[in-house]
């Protein structure tokens, strides 16, 4: 073969050479097939459960939250009518980041970019009508997590669910918050100590409730690549199961409640081959690392959704079909959950019709594409198959590496993992500018003139900002004031002494505390974390 | 001593919003570019922002501001930034901020405004011709 007819060297986003052709012998070179199994055997590649989708379709959670907790009530309403399946919790900033609606830094910022919570009042008006049993909640929430899963079961608990049996998710991942999204509060060592404290109170009192849901997902959108998006988020995982079990529970008492939120956009293959070779490869580590023996301790659940990242302010209608794709990857990769980033994301909250879109978009799968019939379809292709060995190999070098250099919380706190990854972002944007990146609209098949799309922008009402600090002025009037000052002065002790502090904290929510109040109590115990900032 | 400087520019991240991918870029390509670059850190107040630029003698204040809130934090800044006896230096904004909301921030005193998408060498040139 001449060189001028040899194709030209294509390298995928996580660095793995792309050949023109496979066939059986790059399986056999790469592994072969010993790590592929069956659905709901280990290792899991092809999925955690035997019959994955033809038992039950993913769960559909579009993520949503704006205003006040009444605003937000009636659009999870006009979801649910709508055939979504679960609920995916957006809060405002200030809630994130654990400050009252009535703090000078929330100024401006209350119900802005998700649903304002100040105490369990919120909670009680967010949920109304909404039957727990069956629509299962998510909470996007980091920084505040441990609050808001204690206003969450307090609420529950208060509508006479039984909480040995309530299901959800808090997203309570503070270590991605540290990589990219931002919203941590205290330093990174309680931060941790926060997250074991909820694990562990769940695994005794609410164990079916998912504490955690660790997130590559966010570590992608600030510049990772999709191995590094995995490794890491495994190497955090890692982290919260290490400080789970120095507390002395075994790992089968809380694994099986780990779970991720996984981002998908690029490569189709590479996607579905991440999915496939981190189910294997987390099993791995559960079995041989934690020596977990059951085998739900060993699934990597996860959510897996169509992100931010691949979307375009440019010609923002062809985000639906990004969107489709995503959607696509997500179902062929035995997603537990889907959601997507709606076509108008890079202007606004999304509008109704954006969120209806992306619904029917996964529902179009269920119901008229085929893609809950048979489990896990692209096994057995010789490229899949090589790439989800290959990638098992890049994402398992990337924890080594990770585990070698001192370890991913040492050098999350040192901010060299933010570094690394606003390097590779900052060179990813240089690539797209140059056009060597190809992005539709952004360096070709550009619209001039075509920038700026008309789409509805969702209005920021002062107005539900207002009603958000009188309902948070009332329930201050309403409320025993000593059974406050009592639970908080609680759960301070318990942070300082280094007690589990969520039992307190399900006493202050319940008497009315409030976030920031409850930040505070913690804050003097913990102190406030310093961001490094670091090129 | 006489030798000039390079152009100093102090970026910050107002308010609440952690979305500091855009910041980190810009950042990056402003360095590239041989600017000086101060680079706050998340959570910064008006105040906190004014002085940062003050201790700094900052030629440049470039804000990145990706969760909706830029006209009242801009409202509240551009008074601290004059008190600061920074009136005169070049301040510009970039990240996600809706075509209806670029006029009054411009007539706020963000004389470069980048939304969303904007090009780095854009960017570049734009302080390049601009910085007082």
């Known amino acids: 073969m001449s060189d001028s007819s040899r194709p030209k060297p294509v390298v995928n986003e996580s660095g793995i050479e792309v050949q023109a052709l496979y066939g059986p012998a790059d399986v056999e070179r790469t ?14 590649t092809r999925g955690i459960h035997p019959l994955m989708y033809r038992k039950q379709p993913w769960t559909m959670r579009q993520y949503t939250g704006f205003g006040n907790a009444a605003d937000t009530n009636r659009r999870f309403r006009y979801l649910i009518e709508n055939g979504q399946t679960g ?21 401006g910022e209350v119900g802005r970019v998700g649903m304002a919570v100040d105490t369990l009042h919120d909670f009680e008006v967010a949920f109304a009508g909404i039957d727990l049993d069956k629509i299962t909640v998510s909470l996007t929430i980091n920084g505040a997590a441990p609050q808001l899963i204690a206003m969450y079961l307090a609420m529950a608990e208060g509508l006479g669910y039984d909480i040995k049996k309530l299901r959800g998710t808090a997203q309570n991942d503070i270590l991605k918050e540290f990589i990219g999204r931002g919203t941590w509060i205290y330093p990174v060592k309680p931060s941790i100590r926060l997250v074991g404290d909820t694990i562990e109170y769940c695994a005794h009192h609410a164990p079916k409730y998912s504490p955690v849901s660790v997130c590559g997902y966010h570590i992608r959108e600030s510049g990772a690549d999709p191995a590094q998006e995995m490794a890491y988020a ?205 992005k539709i609209g952004v360096n070709c098949y550009r619209q001039e003139g075509e920038q700026y799309a008309e789409v509805e922008l969702h209005p920021y009402r002062e107005a539900d900002a207002q009603a958000q600090l009188a309902n948070l002025n009332a329930v201050r009037a309403r409320r025993d004031a ?28 319940k008497a009315y505390a409030t976030v920031g109040e409850i930040t505070r109590e913690l804050a003097q115990a913990f102190g406030r974390y310093q961001e490094p900032v670091r090129f | 001593m006489n030798q000039k400087r390079p152009i100093r520019i102090v970026l910050g991240k107002p ?29 910064q107040t008006p105040t906190s922002i004014a002085k940062i630029a003050r201790d700094n003698d900052a030629d440049v204040v470039a804000l990145s501001s990706m969760a909706g809130s830029h006209l009242e934090f801009c409202r509240k800044l551009k008074p601290m930034l004059e008190q600061s006896g920074l009136g005169n230096r070049l301040w510009i904004i970039g990240g996600n901020l809706p075509r209806t909301d670029h006029a009054n ?28």
């Open chain 1, 31 to 44: 592994g072969g097939y010993s790590l592929v199994g069956q659905p709901g055997e280990y290792p899991f």
């Open chain 1, 87 to 107: 609920l995916n919790v957006a809060f405002d900033l200030p809630t994130q980041c654990g400050l009252d609606s009535d703090d000078s830094a929330a100024e």
């Open chain 1, 234 to 438: 495994f190497c955090i995982a890692r982290a919260y199961a290490d400080e789970v079990v120095r507390r002395g529970l075994s790992i089968d008492e809380f694994a099986g409640r780990l779970s991720f939120n996984f981002n998908i956009f690029g490569n189709i293959f590479e996607q579905v081959a991440k999915f496939r070779a981190g189910r294997g490869l987390w099993a791995s580590i559960m079995r041989d690392e934690y020596h977990a023996t059951k085998p739900g301790s060993m699934w990597m659940r996860m959510i897996a959704g169509g992100g931010g990242g691949g979307l375009t302010l440019e010609q923002p209608e062809v985000n639906i079909v990004r969107g489709a794709y995503y959607a696509l990857i997500s179902a062929l990769s035995g997603a537990q959950t889907m959601a997507l980033c709606c076509y108008d994301e890079a202007y606004t909250i999304p509008s109704e019709y954006a969120q209806r879109i992306s619904l029917r978009t996964m529902q179009l799968l269920v119901e008229e594409m085929g893609l809950t019939e048979t489990v896990d379809p692209l096994a057995g292709s010789w490229y899949v198959e090589t790439l989800t060995n290959q990638m098992r190999d890049r994402i398992g070098a990337i924890i080594a590496e990770t585990d070698a250099n001192g370890g991913i919380v040492q050098q999350i706190a040192s901010g060299e993992i933010q570094a690394r990854i606003s390097a590779q972002a900052y060179r990813m944007v240089r690539a797209k500018e140059s056009g060597e990146f190809r």
């Open chain 1, 482 to 509: 000593p059974r406050v000052t009592r639970t908080l002065a609680a759960l301070k002790t318990a942070a300082v002494r280094g007690e589990n502090v969520m039992p307190a904290m399900l006493d202050a929510v």
């Open chain 2, 15 to 43: 308010g609440l919003d952690g979305h500091d991918h855009g910041a980190k870029v810009v950042a990056r390509a402003l360095m590239d570019a041989g600017f000086e670059v101060i680079y706050t850190g998340l959570r």
């Open chain 2, 105 to 132: 921030l411009r007539a706020l005193g963000f004389k470069g405004v980048f939304p969303s998408s904007s090009r780095l060498a854009d960017i570049v040139a734009f302080v390049e011709a601009n910085v007082p």
